[in-house]
Structures are given as C-alpha cells and as structure tokens.
C-alpha cells in the first residue's frame, strides 16, 4: 500500500470541499472495500478523508412516512431496524444476504451503493481493463466470464455491479441525497445514480467530483409481499450469479429489480408491467436485446427460474 495522508471531516460540505480540492483524495468509511482496493494498488489515494464523524448514522421516518437512513448506517444496523423489517423487508433480506456478519458491522450505507465490480480483471493489474485503466480494452470480452454481465454491457466493459443491497434500493425507488463542494445539496433517483458503461465503464455514478452521499430515502412503504432471492456459487461470501429482488401485490402487479446480470441494478419497466403474466414474460421483458457470452448465457434462464420461485414464494 503506498504512503497516503489524512484528514477527519467536520462536517459534510468540509469534507466535500476537500475532496475537491484534491482530486486523487478519497472519503473512507467502513473502508471494506477501498482499503483492499489500495493494498492490491487499484485505487492509489495521496490521500483519505474520514467521514466517520459526521452525524450521518441515523435512521428516521420523512414527514411523507418514507425512511431516510444516514449514509453511515452500517448494513448490520440498518438490516435489524424495526421498521425496515416491518415496511422494506426486501431490503433487509438483501443486505442479510451479502457479505459476512464481520463486514456488515463496518459497511455503510453510501460506501455499498459505491463498492466497485469484483469482475477477475479488474482486480488483476496485469490485464487490461478499462475500468481500472481508461482505453486499455477489456480482458473480460473474450476471457473468462461466467460471472459478468449479459444485459447493458457494451464493447468497452461486461462487469456487474455487487451490491445485493443496491437491487433491494432500485426496487424500493429509493433517492440518494448529496452535498457538493459549494455546499449545494441534491437528490438522485437510484435509478440515474448508477451508469450503465458505455464507452467510459471507468465512470460508474453520476456523482461529480467531491459530491458526498449524505443519506437513502425510502418513498412510504407500498406494502405487499416483499423477496430478495440471491443464487450464488456458495451459500456464504459471495457475490450473485443473479439475484431477484421482487414486491408483489394481491392482485399480482409489483415491481421486480435484477442483480448480478448488469452494470448496475436492472429494472425495466416493461417487466414489472408483465409481471402479472408470470416469470416468463416478464424475464423476456428484462432481458430483451441481452448479449451474453457463451460462458454465461444461462444467466437468462436461471433469472427466469429464480423470478418463478420468487413469484411461488409470494403466493405461498
């Protein structure tokens, strides 16, 4: 790991405005991701802005009867919260099914909406990847992919987002709030926050540069039966093949979101309105215009087969 400088932030805009004053400086939180990124030399911080003492670790119900949980909130907490568990059950589920208990209790909300793409090349700086390295190419088009994605990808970068908790927030239409530089706040919906790659995979959000998340809100719960579904190699620590995140109400209209099959969590409206005809059409719905490799064309079926048993479960 090479040698960095530090600073503790005081408040959001503070710590924005330093950021921007340095621009190949980092926030650091849980740090669950970024520090293994700085031992392996992918991510090279001159320096890191703790954000860790900022008051951004609540949860609280909006005055619309929504839920905005603070960008610190650590997963475990945020997992166990009462309300969370009563009203967004889907979002509980995910975060129970990603990660160890050991790295929840230091992941926080912002950082695994941020986490980076566990794509092999990526992590290995002796191939080329345009995520790590702009214009460099792609090893994964033509290399190893079984685990990278078949739907939203391009010629420039095949990964997938990891983030099980990000489906769970792309199904729930949550909002990230922000701070920038100049103080200046904003809201994204999740559905613009994370891009699909493009010709520049390198950038992943629509953050700006230096723009802190400072908290998630959650529109007042829709009811009906909620499910998160993860098919992984293991049943522990590890990332989704495909996931499902699904809520469906009685009369079989609901909302379905995909993990582990693109660039960032995939939702399409034509889908949740096929919903109601079963898993077959609205998988078809999802995954019209996929591309995948050979290696893993049966992503398609099995995130067919896994939105069938989510639909079961919501009927059992």
Not at 50 to 55: K, P, Q, S, T
Not at 134 to 151: E, K, N, T
Not at 211 to 232: D, F, M, N
Request: charged share 25%; net charge positive; aromatic share 4%.
């Amino acid at each position: 790991m090479r040698a960095f400088s530090y600073e503790k932030a005081t408040s959001p805009s503070a710590a924005a405005a330093a950021l921007a004053k340095r621009p190949n400086a980092r926030f650091i939180a849980g740090g669950t991701n970024l520090l293994d990124l700085m031992k392996l030399e992918i991510e090279t911080p001159e320096h890191l802005i703790d954000v860790n003492g900022l008051a951004l670790d609540k949860i609280e119900r909006t005055s619309d009867g929504g839920l905005r949980i603070g960008a610190l909130v650590r997963n475990t907490d945020l997992a166990a919260d009462k309300t969370v568990r009563k009203d967004y059950a889907v979002l509980s589920r995910a975060l129970l099914a990603g990660a160890s208990g050991q790295l929840r209790n230091k992941a926080t909300t912002a950082g695994n909406l941020l986490q980076r793409t566990r794509c092999p090349y990526f992590y290995d700086t002796a191939q080329p990847c345009n995520k790590r390295k702009p214009g460099s190419g792609c090893s994964a088009i033509g290399g190893v992919s079984r685990q990278l994605a078949v739907v939203g990808s391009s010629e420039a970068c095949i990964a997938t987002h990891p983030s099980d908790m990000a489906v769970a927030m792309r199904v729930l239409d949550a909002t990230v709030e922000t701070v920038r530089a100049d103080g200046q706040t904003r809201a994204i919906p999740i559905a613009d926050f994370h891009r699909l790659p493009g010709n520049t995979p390198h950038i992943e959000t629509s953050l700006e540069a230096g723009e802190l998340i400072t908290a998630v809100t959650l529109p007042k719960p829709v009811g009906g039966t909620q499910v998160y579904r993860k098919v992984r190699d293991r049943a522990s620590y590890a990332f989704a093949l495909v996931s499902v995140a699904a809520i469906v109400q009685e009369d079989g209209q609901g909302r379905v979101a995909f993990g582990g099959v693109a660039h960032k969590p995939w939702r399409v409206e034509a889908a949740d309105a096929a919903l109601p005809r079963g898993a077959k059409a609205a998988a078809q719905a999802a995954f019209e215009g996929a591309r995948p490799t050979e290696e893993n064309a049966f992503k398609v079926t099995l995130a067919e087969r896994t939105l069938a048993g989510v639909l079961a479960e919501t009927r059992a």
